[in-house]
DNA sequence: ATGGCTTGAGTGTCAAGA
């Protein structure tokens, strides 16, 4: 089973793009952010065409999240239960037998604004709300752009990244206490080449010089984990023209 | 350099992303 996470950064513009991608890696799932649509702009019959079903919590202009799958998924739920959020940020459900959970994290804006304790409180009620879940579901997959690079190896310029938005202690921890949950990190089950990131700015030929953040992820439960089979990102997508600044991640389970 | 791109909103330019 092949489970993937991909922040399209609005899917009316990358739809030929995740089509493409779709077609020459034949994911199971396949989770989206920033679709920036609500249900009346989603591509359902493009992507059924392709053979893909589709379910999508979104909103217009901003966050929405999608999860695609070859089968049928059951018991969706939207949104983080007992957290008031109007920003439409999760989806779940099972595909396969395995729970999948596709997030779109809160960027953060800037270390100390309000944006960022709201992102330390999604995070809370996020970590909160797995806990749970785990316990239902034991094969757990939690897939999206998490909006936090993990560890100085995740970023390119760690010195000029220290303690800045994405990588600040506070945002770390809030990562560690996913993990604390009996969540891996699936690209960290397997040896990896250094400076691979996952995120690059546009601005500045942020992807030419490779000036990039790991900050999508895949974290597994333990059953999970111990058949995951290979992790990777894949750099392709970004090269096209009208790209994302996100590329996918896939994790490969037996 | 609170700059540098990209998107969606919606027509002039701004919020938001990371």
Redesign the pocket.
Known sequence: MKIATW?V??????LPHVLDWLAANQPDALCL??T??EDK?FPFDELAAAGYRALHNGQ???NGVALLTRSEAVDVHVDIPAFDDPQKRVIAATVDGVRIVCG?M?????VGSD?YAYKLKWFAALTDWLKGELTRHPKLALLG?Y?IAPDDRDVHDPVAWKDK??CSEPERAAFRALLDLGLADAFRLFEQPEKIYS?W?????GFRLNRG?R?DHILLSKPLAESCRACIIDKAPRKLE?PS??APVMAELA
């Not at 950064?9 to 990358?14: D, E, P, Q």
Request: no cysteine.
């Open positions: 922040n950064n609005s899917l009316k513009v990358r952010q920033e920036k649509t702009g217009k202009t901003y779109y809160p960027n953060g804006s800037e944006k752009d909006n938005i994405l995120w700015d546009y601005r500045q030929m953040l900050i009208r600044d996100h």
